[in-house]
């Protein structure tokens, strides 16, 4: 691939103004107050796979380089310095000397050595039930990697790959310290005192299902930008918005989302900001996933639901469901329909916007054609009207809106399959339990959400390869495999398959993307310097603090 990579027609980081991008160095001590509406399924970085467990490790543990202040900063985190040595596609990175790990109390341990990196990435490569393996091997492109000494990591790709950086601000590449995982055995990841910290924080409480609290890791090599002695996080399961905003005007936590009927009461408060996003929340069919084995997943047509098996049947979903109607009548918050896989005005490549491919997108509502398709497709199945006695469970989100989201789509389903006896019930579950179920291959269909690991297409696409172990649905075309297969194709090449590639799996309804969200917050006027992002970890709290 060639290396003249352009990536973004929007900042590939949004330095929120509305948050306050103050630079004064005020030693402010004020505790930040926020919510979680989930509690966090696990701070193992091998085994993360989520939002909001990545979103913790962003902030209480750190890689070779992080994301900064500015729109598409790459800056330095364990690493001082780095090399790169275009004709033997080796990186060299200098680990910091002043890089320490710290037990969940703060209390010095010892130096982050290079010698970490290759445990880590050792263990995620392992061949265990880890699924994001793949990000070093198929995404980095990584061939080989060592511990020079104690401070200096060799790593060498197999071909020049642009958006390497953007990679390594993930948190599966983060270092492990190989005594707490001894030390922790199955524990390790579950318990904030399982683990050792090397980031802006420490992870000193975490009661599951009530409260974590990160608290300043005074023995951080960069400590003195952080004014923040301690962020407490409220995690409310079952989350209803209000509560949420009650907590908000009690002065009880200092950011709040706002959703349905609370957006049009309070969105041009003074307080109010809109903070886009690229998460894409979709419909996914379990088509053939029987469970996650060795990452990958085992392909079996008798998994999940016969139903769906049918293209047809699942094609008709996609087109019976009005996707407007639940941007505009039930989430009201800036969110927009999806009628792709990717957001637009994201991601380009030598001027192309990857959207230009798609125009309007795919699948756009026609509820004609959906009746005519799940006709054709009860037909091959075998099936006639009458009462087939038959039945599909919805595994969803425990949220407020996930609630209203479904029971739509729970209604759209009714109506399709009114004359054909089939009962749709909704499951509502944890997301650390929902993860394990779709692990399992234990559903039939469920709502879901993709947030991007880094600034790619294929941070999207390459979840549906066959052998993916985040190809949750089982979704197998050797087409679609070997549009994403990038070896001996020039980076416009491999730009061009993938656009295609998208296509592919829309149109097979494997998924069915229903919105990309975006958010209106309430925020408190007084807090500062809280830098999101659009890919990998959803936020740095490193420089943020309440005035």
Not at 30 to 37: C, K, Q, V, W
Not at 87 to 103: G, Y
Not at 278 to 289: D, E, G, R, S
Not at 320 to 349: H, N
């Amino acid at each position: 691939m060639t290396n003249n990579l352009k990536i973004y027609t929007i900042s590939l980081i949004l330095i929120l103004s509305l948050f306050g991008c103050s630079t004064n160095n005020v030693d402010n001590s004020s505790i930040i107050h926020l919510l979680e509406i989930e509690d966090i399924p696990t701070l193992d970085i091998s085994d993360a796979t989520d939002p909001i467990s990545f979103n913790s490790l962003g902030n209480v543990m750190e890689g070779l380089v992080m994301q900064g202040q500015t729109p598409g900063e790459v800056v330095m985190g364990v690493a001082d310095s780095y090399t790169y040595d275009e004709s033997t596609l080796t990186w060299t990175f200098h680990i910091n000397p002043e890089a320490n790990w710290v037990n969940n109390q703060g209390e010095l341990q010892r130096k982050v050595t290079a010698q970490d990196f290759v445990y880590s990435w050792n263990r995620v490569l392992s061949g265990e039930t880890f699924q994001y393996g793949f990000l070093l091997t198929d995404v980095a492109k990584i061939v080989s990697y060592e511990a020079i000494d104690d401070q200096t990591l060799s790593v060498t790709l197999s071909e020049n790959v642009p958006y390497f950086l953007s990679i390594l601000t993930f948190p599966t590449t983060y270092p492990l310290p190989y005594e707490t995982i001894e030390a922790s055995g199955a524990a390790y990841g579950s318990r904030a005192d399982s683990l050792w910290y090397n980031g802006p924080y420490v992870m000193s409480e975490w009661t599951h299902g009530s409260q974590f609290v990160w608290t300043k890791n005074d023995n951080y090599w960069d400590a003195d930008v952080v004014k923040t002695s301690a962020i407490v996080w409220r995690v409310i399961e079952n989350y209803e918005t209000a509560t949420g905003i009650d907590l908000y005007d009690a002065g009880e936590i200092d950011l709040v989302q706002l959703s349905g009927e609370f957006v049009a009461e309070r969105k041009d408060d003074a307080d109010a900001i809109l903070i886009p996003d690229t998460a894409v929340y979709y419909l996914m069919f379990n088509i053939a996933n029987a469970g996650i084995l060795d990452g990958s997943p085992i392909i079996d047509e008798k998994a999940g639901n016969d139903l769906f098996d049918n293209e047809k049947i699942r094609q008709a979903i996609a087109y019976q469901i009005d996707k407007t109607y639940i941007t505009d009548y039930i989430l009201k918050d800036g969110s927009v329909p999806a009628y792709s896989f990717i957001p637009s005005d994201y991601l380009s490549y030598e001027g192309i916007a990857f959207e230009s491919y798609r125009n309007d997108g795919y699948m756009l509502t026609n509820k004609d054609l959906a009746q005519t398709l799940f006709e054709e497709g009860m037909q091959e199945l075998g099936y006639e009207p009458g009462d087939n006695n038959l039945t599909i469970e919805i595994i969803n989100y425990e949220t407020s809106s996930a609630a209203l989201i479904i029971e739509y789509v729970r209604q759209e389903l009714n109506t399709l399959f009114a004359d054909y006896g089939v009962t749709v019930t909704i499951k509502p579950l944890p997301l650390a339990e929902k993860l394990l179920i779709y692990q399992a291959g234990d559903f039939e269909l469920t709502l879901s959400r993709w947030l991007p690991d880094y600034d790619w297409p294929t941070t999207y696409l390459d979840k549906w390869i066959s052998t993916n172990a985040h190809n949750l649905a089982g979704y197998n075309n050797t087409e679609y495999d070997a549009l994403l297969n990038t070896e001996s194709k020039s980076t416009l090449d491999a730009f061009k398959d993938l656009q295609m590639a998208e296509k592919l799996v829309i149109e097979d309804a494997a998924i069915v993307p229903l919105y990309q969200a975006a958010g209106i917050y309430l925020s408190n006027p007084s807090l500062k310097n809280v830098y999101t992002y659009l890919s990998g970890v959803k936020a740095s709290y490193k420089w943020a603090y309440k005035e």
